[in-house]
Each structure stands twice: as C-alpha cells, then as structure tokens.
C-alpha cells in the first residue's frame, strides 16, 4: 500500500498536533531547553502566528496525518528583504524520506516570490544532521545571530541569499 504524501498551509486545527510533532522532536534530539521553541507560548499557536503579514506555513501530511512542517518568518529586527526560516521538524517516521528537505524548498521557494533576497535560520548543535541539510542547500554559517527571535538557545546561525 502506497502513502499519500501532501504538502499543504497550515490549518486552525493542526495546532495541536503540530506542537506535538515538534516538542517530541525536540525531546527526541535533548534540544527541550529554555531559549528555544519548546517553550515558545507561539509553539501551541502557529495558525495564529503565521497569519502575520510576510510569513507562510507549509504542513505535511502523510495519509492524512500530520507530520512536520517548515515556514517563513519576518523575524523581528532581520536585514531588510531578509526573512526567516523556521520551524521545520518532522515526525521521526517521516525523517530520511526527503520530505524536510521538500518543506524546505517549498519555503524558500515562497520567500523568494514574495520579495524576499536572503534566508536566516537558527539552529543548535543537537540538530546537527538538520544543520547538514541546511549546509547541502547553499547555507553558510554566520558568526553571530541576526534579527530578535527570542530563541536565545540557538548558538548556529545561517544565511542563503535567495
């Protein structure tokens, strides 16, 4: 039996287990610390967050069931034409199959056609075979944090002009 993979915007009902899929990945890789999204009151809201102008929030689903998702952010205080890339995390029965890496180019792809010319992420070393994927799609590494997220537990930071 094949799976029904679809990439869709986000919906108000996949809040929930939105949060869930990325607070288990957190736990998952020990990334579950102050400072990051774990403990981001937005985490349990991300309809909501990214009804912001300038932002977008691909889910995935796989048979109707969601497993991850990736967004773009006009985070606060970024270079202008700058956004960021953010929240990408899968379900760990999705991760290896190619789909982050999909969630990742659909964003990038969205930022560019809407005015945007260079790409932030934050990330941390627990993540690091995210931060492979990232280096693999043109990323480079950047010696200190750009704009405000507020996720003063990150400690990699990244660049890709668009």
């Not at 990408?88 to 945007?116: F, I, P, T, V």
Request: charged fraction near 20%; proline fraction near 6%.
């Amino acid at each position: 039996m094949s799976s029904t993979i679809n990439i869709r915007p986000i919906a108000p009902n996949d809040n929930i287990n939105l949060a869930k899929v990325i607070r288990a990945a957190l736990t998952e890789f020990g990334a579950n610390k102050p400072g990051t999204v774990y403990f981001d009151p937005t985490t349990d809201a991300l309809f909501e967050l990214f009804r912001t102008p300038g932002s977008y929030y691909f889910v995935a689903t796989i048979n109707d069931e969601l497993v991850g998702g990736c967004g773009i952010f006009p985070t606060e205080n970024l270079p202008n034409n700058t956004c960021e890339l953010v929240k990408l995390y899968l379900h760990k029965d999705a991760r290896g199959s190619g789909l982050g890496k999909l969630l990742m180019e659909k964003s990038l792809q969205w930022a560019k056609k809407n005015g945007y010319t260079q790409v932030y992420l934050e990330s941390m070393p627990e993540l690091s075979k995210a931060v492979s994927i990232y280096e693999k799609v043109g990323f480079k590494r950047i010696n200190q944090p750009l704009g405000n997220s507020g996720h003063c537990g990150c400690d990699i930071w990244m660049t890709k002009q668009l």
